[in-house]
């Protein structure tokens, strides 16, 4: 089982940029999705996460109306869109599977994950 996350890089503040997280192995349709970061000497933070059958969406609040999660259950992929980045959203971002299915509303607390990706480093330059 793997989740593959991808789309990182260096973007300058105010640029976008689509992270994906593909998974392999197993489906995860019938689980919540989330994504969270962790930034140089910080702890992992959650970014967003959206319910199995993308009926609701949360955000952390200094993501909202800046980040756009969604997902595809027929690709087994779920995206991050993030436009107007900031330097401190500059992190390694993951995704991560929930543990339990069909939770509703989706958890910001990554202990609730049992699933995670391998990270992707977004670096926002000033």
């Known amino acids: 089982v793997q989740l593959q996350a991808s789309g990182g890089g260096l973007v300058q503040a105010g640029g976008s940029l689509r992270l994906s997280c593909a998974a392999s192995g197993r489906t995860f349709s019938s689980y919540a999705m989330g994504w969270f970061r962790q930034g140089h000497g910080n702890e992992r933070e959650f970014v967003a996460g959206i319910t199995w059958d993308s009926s609701s969406t949360y955000y952390a609040d200094s993501m909202k109306g800046r980040f756009t999660i969604s997902r595809d259950n027929a690709k087994n992929t779920v995206y991050l869109q993030m436009n107007s980045l900031k330097p401190d959203d500059t992190a390694i971002y993951y995704c991560?599977?929930?543990?339990?299915?069909?939770?509703?509303?989706?958890?910001?607390?990554?202990?609730?994950?049992?699933?995670w990706g391998q990270g992707t480093l977004v670096t926002v330059s000033s």
């Open positions: 991560a599977a929930d543990r339990m299915p069909r939770r509703r509303p989706v958890s910001p607390i990554f202990t609730e994950y049992n699933f």
